[in-house]
């Protein structure tokens, strides 16, 4: 098999090609071609300097990540890194695209790096739950301090080239178009210089000037990496860049590396990293389906959902039209929509100039008539079957024929839906999570009639519009809100049974969620869909609500919040909910945390294992990408279904047995056999 790596003079200076589609991931043949190649560079006495390139999309993107968990092959990175650095001829990294993970490590194993403008820089490995293992935890450092390297590091985010430049990662910023012959150009420049060496500088100076530096960062994290091991990991790292020798501190690396490597975290998270790419697939669609071009989008409702839905595309720079029924609540709409883009300014994420780009793609209508030319039109009216069949009916009437029209209804049937117009095919569900325009699950509900070329198309716009979307059948809250629903139920119960709402909300913040259940609800608020007569009161909710309990918003719900919002439980809620146990004849008991945590998210499982077996998700990865990206499901257990696996299926079903749930005989069947689900 011929090698991705291969080498051509351009006179004195020898540049080495790596050409491994689709990301120039550094797999054992690239390492063993790169390390081949440097060989030859330094053996051979006519070369006198080397430029390291990629053909394709991007600069090396990393290690190859389907590698993970096999047993290694040779040669390793580190080693293939070292020989090269230990050249007395300059080796230049020339970037473009992204340089991520293992190859960043690679261009700070170059002696000098030139990047094309557009290209970017990062070591993301936290985002897999690993830190880097070749060595970039201690060049890094050096090269750029530790104020620079931390971000870089425990953040996992990637830096333009121009701020690369800025911190010293990257020498030269080169022509977008001439990269090869400018790498070379500067190559040669060097040639006869003594070579820098990032492994032989000093690492952290500003950091042992401000030796609080590291505690700061890490408390300025806290809420980002509670729960998570590789950011804590990456900081240690750093930080013996500037406390050891640099033999020692890439030994501290490789320890902290291989101790990650094994543990169930970085399992979960490379698991995601894959099943967030597989979601994008649909099983039954070929790749290649014609997609149908969107140029215009119309959106019905200018209320939270239609908003926040219209900022998605007008962001992506596809024209909205927005349509509502009446001017004021048309104004009131665009200019929430105008307010939220002025806040992403204030906080430096967008320019003037950006958010007066995106509100000029913003035609707000009161009629329907100008939707007629649109390509897709969501519709984000309120949440009943019959306002949605009756603006279908109308939109199929004025839109074009060809064109998509979605919902973004969360639990409605939208094979109903799509039978109030004469165009079956081209409906389907887009169910965007609140804030439409910040959360990135976006639910596609595929209807029994939907086209192929449809759905494939709306797969395609999601990626364009930053969003992460799953494939659901028709049913009653879809994947997400479905199981949303079983852990609701045991919740609800838990507390009649003598659990402490507060108790309930603490187990799940402790699994890794931003907030339970009843936080939720004081959130979102109590009040939502009430029937606003105190005197009718037949749950724990409308008695909450009879004494003016609405949420967070009345500074009082199922806890009673402070100015600065910090709840505390409340003694009356815990009357209310003990009378009304008391009514229902129900008796009180000590209920223990992980009899509240088993009661929560096993039924949730179970339900999953029924939406598998019914086909109404395409794989288990499916739910999982649903419930990290729509629910907050810590993403370091790799989601409900990767986590069930991860503590035995089992587990699950003898836990909900215990608990007198019902298993479903799929998940049965699964734990039975071979203990996973896919
Ligand atoms: N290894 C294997 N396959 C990879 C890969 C990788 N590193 N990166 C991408 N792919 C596959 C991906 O699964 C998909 O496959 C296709 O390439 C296109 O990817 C030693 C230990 C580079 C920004 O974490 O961030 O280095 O679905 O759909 O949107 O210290 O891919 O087509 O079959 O994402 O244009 C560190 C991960 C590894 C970078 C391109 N590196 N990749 O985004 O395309 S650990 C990373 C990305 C490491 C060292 C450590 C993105 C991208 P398929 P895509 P994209």
Redesign the pocket.
């Known amino acids: 098999m011929t090698s991705p790596i291969r080498t051509e003079r351009r006179d004195n200076v020898l540049v080495v090609i790596s050409d491994n589609p689709?990301?120039n991931?550094?797999g054992q043949a690239v390492r063993a071609g790169l390390k081949d190649a440097i060989e030859k560079a330094l053996s051979d006495e006519a070369v006198e300097a080397v430029v390291i390139r990629c053909d394709g999309r991007?600069f090396f993107?990393?290690?190859?990540?389907?590698e993970f968990g096999k047993p290694p092959v040779g040669p390793n990175?580190p080693e293939t890194l070292d020989a090269m650095e230990a050249s007395d001829k300059p080796v230049v990294a020339a970037i473009h695209g992204?340089a991520?993970?293992?190859?960043c490590?690679v261009a700070l194993a170059c002696h000098y790096r030139v990047a094309v403008p557009s290209a970017k820089l990062g070591l993301?490995?936290v985002?897999?739950g690993?830190i880097?293992?070749?060595a970039?935890t201690q060049r890094l450092p050096r090269l750029v301090g530790a104020e620079a390297a931390l971000p870089l590091v425990v953040g996992g985010n990637p830096i333009s080239a121009k701020k690369a430049q800025g911190i010293g990662l990257v020498d030269e910023i080169v022509g977008e178009d001439s990269l090869e012959a400018d790498a070379i150009a500067f190559a040669k420049s060097k040639i006869g210089q003594p070579v820098p060496r990032a492994s032989e500088g000093t690492a952290n100076e500003d950091g042992v000037r401000d030796p609080d530096l590291f505690d700061r960062f890490r408390a300025s994290q806290a809420r980002k990496i509670r729960g998570f091991d590789a950011p804590n990991a990456a900081i240690e790292a750093v930080k013996a860049a500037g406390t050891m020798s640099y033999a020692e501190g890439v030994k501290k690396e490789r320890e902290l590396f291989t101790e990650l490597m094994s543990g169930t975290q970085s399992a979960a998270m490379r698991h995601y990293?894959?099943a967030e790419?597989a979601a994008n697939k649909i099983d039954d669609v070929p790749r290649d389906t014609p997609l149908i071009p969107i140029r215009k989008v119309g959106v019905i409702g200018a209320g939270t959902m239609g908003g926040g839905i219209s900022m998605n595309f007008l962001s992506a720079g596809i024209p909205v039209t927005i349509l509502e029924m009446n001017q004021d609540a048309l104004d009131r709409g665009t200019g929430t929509m105008r307010k939220n883009y002025e806040n992403t300014a204030k906080k430096g994420r967008m320019t003037a100039d950006q958010v007066e780009q995106a509100m000029g793609l913003l035609t707000p209508t009161l009629s329907y008539d100008e939707l007629a030319d649109c390509d897709l039109v969501i519709e984000a009216v309120y949440e009943s079957i019959d306002v949605k069949k009756e603006v279908f009916g109308k939109l199929d009437k004025v839109v074009k024929q060809g064109a998509i029209l979605a919902s973004n209804t969360s639990y409605l049937d939208m094979n109903e839906i799509a039978a109030a117009t004469q165009r079956p095919g081209y409906v389907l569900g887009m169910h965007f999570f609140s804030p439409a325009n910040i959360m990135k699950l976006l639910e596609v509900v595929r209807g029994e009639k939907t086209r192929d070329d449809v759905l494939a198309t709306v797969m395609k716009l999601s990626k364009t519009i930053g969003k992460v979307a799953a494939v659901s059948g028709v049913c009653p809250g879809f994947i997400g809100n479905r199981m949303l629903s079983k852990r609701q139920e045991q919740a609800n119960a838990l507390i009649m049974e003598g659990a402490n709402y507060w108790e309930v909300d603490e187990v799940l913040l402790d699994f890794g969620f931003p907030m339970g259940p009843f936080q939720m609800g004081d959130l979102a608020g109590i009040d939502i869909g009430w029937h606003r007569d105190p005197s009718k009161v037949a749950t724990v909710r409308e008695a909450l609500c009879a004494v003016g309990r609405f949420g967070q918003k009345a500074g009082k719900g199922y806890y009673d919040y402070d100015e600065a919002r910090q709840r505390t439980p409340s003694n009356e809620v815990k009357q209310i909910i003990a009378d009304f146990a008391a009514k229902e004849g129900k008796e009180h008991r000590e209920i223990s945390k992980d009899e509240i945590r088993e009661r929560l998210l096993y039924p949730m499982v179970n339900e999953g294992a029924k939406i598998l077996e019914e086909g109404m998700a395409q794989r288990a990865s499916d739910i999982d990408v649903v419930w990290i990206n729509g629910y907050g499901w810590p993403l370091y257990t790799g989601g409900p279904m990767f986590w069930a696996q991860t503590i035995g299926l089992d587990t699950v079903v003898e836990g909900l047995g215990k608990h007198g749930l019902p298993v479903s005989n799929y998940l049965r069947e699964r734990a039975a056999d071979s203990g996973k689900f896919d």
């Open positions: 689709p990301v991931a550094l991007t993107a990393g290690a190859d990540i389907t990175l992204t991520l993970g293992g190859g490590e993301p490995e985002k897999l690993l880097p293992g070749a970039g990293f894959f790419r």
